[in-house]
C-alpha cells in the first residue's frame, strides 16, 4: 500500500523557475527520503531528512518536514532542463532496523527550456 | 561493480511460463530489497534481504513469487506461472547494513503477454 502521496501529481515549470513538490505520509516515520526516476526506471536518492530534522539542504535541493502535520516539501531552485523528472518522498517507520520504504505515487515534474 | 546491476533490462513473456531476474548489488552492501513498480505507481516493497537470509518477504504478492540470494550477493527474483497482472518494472537496489539511502539499479521491466 502507499504511504506517501506526492501534490501535484504534475508541475510545469519554464528553466529558471522554482519548483515546490509536497508529501504527505500517514503514520509516525523514521526517516523520510525523496528520490527521482528519469524515464520510469532506476531511482536515484536525493536526500535523506530524519523525524527529528526540520530542514535540510543539498545543492538545490531543500527539504522540510513537518512531523506534526506528517508531511514535507521538496523545493529545487533554479530549475533546469534536465531537472525533467518523477519525484518521490519514500517514508521508512521508527524501530530498530527499520529499511521498508513505502512510497508515494511520485510528482511528474516537466522543465521546460 | 560501481552501481547495482539488473539483468535482463526487459523482458517479455508468455503467461504462465517462468521467469527470473537477476540483481548484482553493489559489492560489500548487505542489505538487498526487491521492490515492484507499476505504471502510474511508486514502487512496492517486496522481500528484503540481509545477508543470504529474507530478513521480511511480507511483500510478495503470492505463493508464485520467491527469491533468493545464496552467498549473500547477487540475488535472483523467480516468478511461477506467471500472469498479465505481473507486468511491471522490478527494481533491486542495496545499501549498507539496512540504513539510509538505497543506491538502485535500472529495473527489470518485465511485461507477460
Known amino acids: 500500500s502507499q504511504q506517501g502521496e506526492e501534490d501535484p501529481q504534475a508541475l510545469s515549470i519554464q528553466e529558471g523557475e522554482n519548483a515546490t513538490m509536497n508529501c504527505s505520509y500517514k503514520?509516525?516515520?523514521?526517516?523520510l527520503q525523496w528520490y527521482r526516476q528519469n524515464s520510469g526506471r532506476g531511482l536515484v536518492h536525493l536526500i535523506l531528512?530524519?523525524?527529528?530534522?526540520r530542514e535540510k539542504h543539498s545543492g538545490r535541493l531543500r527539504v522540510t518536514l513537518d512531523t506534526s502535520k506528517k508531511s514535507s516539501s521538496l523545493l529545487i531552485t533554479a530549475s533546469r532542463a534536465a531537472d525533467t523528472a518523477s519525484y518521490f518522498c519514500?517514508?521508512?517507520?521508527?524501530?530498530?532496523?527499520?529499511?521498508?520504504?513505502?512510497f508515494g505515487k511520485g510528482t511528474k515534474l516537466s522543465v521546460i527550456p | 561493480g560501481a552501481g547495482v546491476s539488473q539483468t535482463p533490462s526487459n523482458k517479455v513473456t508468455e503467461k504462465g511460463k517462468y521467469v527470473e531476474l537477476r540483481c548484482d548489488p553493489i559489492?560489500?552492501?548487505?542489505?538487498l530489497y526487491w521492490y515492484r513498480q507499476s505504471l502510474g505507481q511508486g514502487p512496492e516493497f517486496l522481500i528484503y534481504?540481509?545477508?543470504?537470509?529474507?530478513?521480511?518477504d511480507s511483500g510478495l504478492p503470492n505463493d508464485r513469487f520467491f527469491a533468493v540470494r545464496p552467498e549473500g550477493s547477487v540475488s535472483t527474483l523467480k516468478i511461477q506461472r506467471t500472469e498479465r497482472g505481473d507486468s511491471a518494472v522490478y527494481l533491486c537496489?542495496?545499501?549498507?547494513?539496512?540504513?539510509?539511502?538505497?543506491?538502485f539499479g535500472s529495473g527489470t521491466r518485465l511485461t507477460v503477454v
Open positions: 537496489a542495496s545499501s549498507p547494513r539496512g540504513m539510509g539511502g538505497y543506491t
Open positions: 503514520t509516525s516515520i523514521n526517516n
Open positions: 531528512i530524519r523525524s527529528n530534522e
Open positions: 519514500a517514508t521508512d517507520p521508527p524501530g530498530a532496523g527499520s529499511y521498508q520504504l513505502t
Open positions: 559489492s560489500g552492501h548487505t542489505a
Open positions: 534481504f540481509q545477508g543470504t537470509g529474507a530478513a521480511d
